[in-house]
């Protein structure tokens, strides 16, 4: 779990970086030229799906199946989003997790592997020359996979992002960081492209 934290943490750390040189910009500086594109890598962290499976674990082990940890394997986020003015943007996410629930007989063991897959669209509330807060919701389809001890199973589930609050800072190569709920996370950073 810590190694999956050590991405987070370094998004984190150059996010910050890039946002206190933005704010540095002198208010003469002209804006850039609009980018309708973007295309973003991230690391969501306590997805909807690692607190789901979180719980489920606990419920398991005071129903005596006897759990011994629950591992996310970390989760990633890919999405495209085109802007169709600089306050709006529409786009697609993907993001695929894998979690292993370990008990204490071995042959137990379950993987979930998810992959889900979303419609959004983006509100930038401020819009500066190298920095942006923004809101987004998304909705979509989530395939849930699980096997192992417990049997296979899959299922189709509904996915949702509700992004409160996230902050873009930096220029064509950017990074961005989110608060919100559901398959992107309570926490999401990562870095994007506009072109």
Not at 5 to 26: G, K, N, R
Not at 121 to 141: C, E, W
Request: glycine share 10%; proline share 3%.
């Amino acid at each position: 779990m810590k190694k999956f934290y050590l991405p987070c943490i370094s998004c984190c750390v150059l996010f910050t970086v890039i946002s206190l040189s933005s704010f540095a910009q002198t208010e003469t500086e002209e804006p850039p030229e609009f980018k309708r594109h973007q295309i973003a890598i991230g690391s969501p962290v306590f997805t909807v799906q690692e607190i789901a499976t979180g719980l489920s674990a606990i419920v398991s082990d005071i129903v005596g199946q006897d759990v011994d940890d629950v591992k996310s394997k970390g989760a990633f986020s890919l999405s495209y989003r085109y802007f169709i003015s600089r306050r709006w943007g529409v786009g697609v996410t993907g993001v695929y997790e894998r979690i292993e629930v370990n008990y204490k007989n071995p042959a137990a063991k379950s993987t979930f592997n998810t992959i889900a897959v979303m419609a959004n669209a983006q509100f930038n509330h401020v819009i500066r020359p190298r920095f942006d807060l923004y809101s987004r919701l998304g909705a979509g389809i989530c395939n849930f996979n699980q096997s192992g001890g417990m049997g296979n199973s899959s299922d189709n589930v509904f996915a949702f992002q509700v992004t409160a609050l996230g902050m873009r800072a930096g220029g064509v190569f950017n990074a961005f960081a989110e608060l919100g709920f559901g398959y992107e996370g309570i926490l999401h950073a990562g870095f994007s492209l506009q072109l």
